[in-house]
């Protein structure tokens, strides 16, 4: 049986492959470590697609390490997971280690059932399945329904040398041992999970959140558990986060310690966890609001940098974010469109959380420099940043489809929903009048959003000269695209990418940044 604060089986086919390539060439895996007796201070479960215990009591050894390498096993020698594999002789030459890895394949189960799954088949292909290894009894009883199946004139010499490669290298998977360290079952809960915790950051790789599910369980918490009832009761960490709690362990990290670096995480206590959890749940919720209703942050994707989330996240523990919300979004804003968190980003939004909780003086804000030619020819490959903050820009600019005229981003995240959004160009097809540099389609100033997908966009969006028409959109739709600057009919990309330019040094001078265009650079 397994702790049930263990993560579930993660193995790829290609691992399960490798595994079983080394046990047939007898090479050690590794030891097992397993806790002796039914543990009487957390609950157990199967492995996955395992039988379940019919009396908790009953259990000899609990797997506290292990559990990936024996699941692969039992998920091959008994057909069980999404795989079947097998050995395919054709394909074994001189049985290397590496021949082997060749000549195992796995078999998705549709795949298998439809080719490989029938005696007759297996026969005729020349493959053994990995079940027919479980004991000498499977392999014989398997070669005897294979052999049923041949012609008579074949089986005296198929018998034979099946028989033989068995004995030479199949039945080692039978008499294959595993050493295995038994702890006592006298061991105290806390002492389980940190040999968890050790033994696992040097073994096969968890995340930092696995690691810390071990360090906070107890009798009455785990952490995965918890994790899985905060997205019920929190729909917005479910959407924004994609199920990755260690977002939240960061904001405690910076709250309690001051630091943003991974070691920082590993190094809060069970009891910063367990204690900080809920409000730090309910915190990030009120910051992945904000950063949605008051930054244009429509989806995950679209934030600039992580630690902005993560800043807001550590202060809404103790400071409503609302409340001070003009502050807020002009930092926001800075941190975006300066690049403030290009380099040394962790160190920089520890100072700005100190800052920002008014533990220290705020530094003054430099100006924010733009160059005009590096950003007019600006590409979202060149440059994720400045084309995360543009989207966002947008949003928080009131932008609308230019179809339907209807607000880009719903009211629907509190629910658990992302807005679906497309990123198209308001460029539909190649444009005669393009100036050096990337084509215009590809530029980040290019970005229009609408709610249609691109097709019906192009369908629907009248075109003058490749480029979207906005005759009909009253205010350029509030993409940054108003008449004063932007003229359908110019041929001249650079021209368009610079009204679009100016719409955008607007947008920011009016949250509050000093912004300084620049032609060349100084």
Not at 6 to 27: E, H, M, N, P
């Amino acid at each position: 049986m397994l702790p049930d604060f263990q993560r579930d089986f993660k193995w790829t086919d290609k691992d399960v492959v490798a595994l079983l390539a080394t046990v047939l060439s007898g090479w050690p895996i590794g030891s097992l470590m397993l806790v002796e007796g039914p543990p009487s201070f957390f609950q157990v479960r199967s492995f996955e697609a395992a039988p379940a215990a019919e009396d908790a009591r009953s259990v000899v050894f609990t797997v506290l390490d292990g559990q990936q390498r024996l699941t692969a096993l039992y998920h091959s020698l008994y057909g069980k997971g999404d795989f079947r594999y097998a050995l395919h002789l054709d394909k074994l030459g001189e049985a290397t280690v590496d021949d082997l890895e060749d000549a195992l394949q796995a078999h998705s189960i549709a795949d298998w059932v439809r080719s490989f799954m029938r005696p007759v088949e297996q026969g005729e292909q020349r493959i053994v399945p990995m079940t027919a290894l479980r004991s000498p009894a499977d392999f014989f009883a398997w070669r005897d329904s294979v052999v049923a199946t041949l012609p008579s004139s074949h089986r005296t010499e198929w018998v034979g040398s099946i028989d033989r490669l068995y004995r030479r290298l199949l039945s080692g998977v039978d008499r294959y041992t595993i050493p295995s360290i038994i702890v006592g079952s006298s061991i105290a809960a806390e002492a389980i999970a940190r040999i968890f915790e050790r033994v696992n950051q040097t073994g096969w790789k968890l995340s930092t959140f696995d690691l810390m599910v071990a360090k906070s369980f107890t009798t009455d918490f785990n952490l995965r558990r918890v994790w899985d009832a905060s997205q019920v009761q929190y729909p917005r960490l479910a959407a924004f986060l994609e199920g990755d709690g260690l977002p939240v362990l960061h904001t405690i990290a910076l709250r309690e310690a001051k630091d943003l670096r991974q070691s920082a995480v590993l190094r809060l206590s069970g009891g910063d966890i367990r204690d900080r959890w809920s409000q730090a749940c309910h915190a990030m919720d009120a910051a992945i609001a904000f950063l949605a209703n008051r930054c244009g942050v429509a989806r995950p994707e679209w934030l600039p940098y992580q630690n902005l989330m993560t800043v807001l996240g550590a202060l809404a523990q103790d400071v409503d974010l609302d409340s001070i919300a003009d502050e807020l979004t002009s930092w926001f804003w800075f941190v975006a469109a300066s690049g403030a968190y290009d380099v040394g980003s962790n160190t920089t939004a520890v100072r700005d959380y100190v800052q920002l909780r008014g533990d220290q003086p705020q530094e003054p804000r430099r100006d924010v420099t733009i160059l005009v030619a590096d950003a007019i020819t600006s590409t979202p490959r060149r440059k994720q940043s400045f084309y995360k903050t543009f989207r966002c820009a947008l949003v928080a600019n009131g932008a609308r489809d230019l179809i339907t005229d209807q607000l880009i981003v719903s009211d629907r995240l509190g629910e658990g929903v992302l807005s679906r959004v497309w990123a198209l160009s308001m460029f539909l097809r190649d444009h005669p009048g393009v100036s050096d540099g990337p084509r215009p389609s590809a530029r980040t100033l290019s970005t229009v959003l609408s709610l249609s997908s691109p097709s019906f966009f192009a369908r629907q969006v009248p075109q003058e000269s490749g480029i979207v028409s906005l005759r009909h959109a009253h205010d350029g739709a509030g993409q940054m695209l108003e008449t004063r600057t932007f003229n359908a009919d110019d041929s001249n990309v650079d021209q368009l990418m610079r009204g679009r330019l100016r719409e955008y040094v607007d947008f920011l001078e009016r949250q509050g940044l000093r912004v300084v265009t620049l032609e060349e650079q100084e």
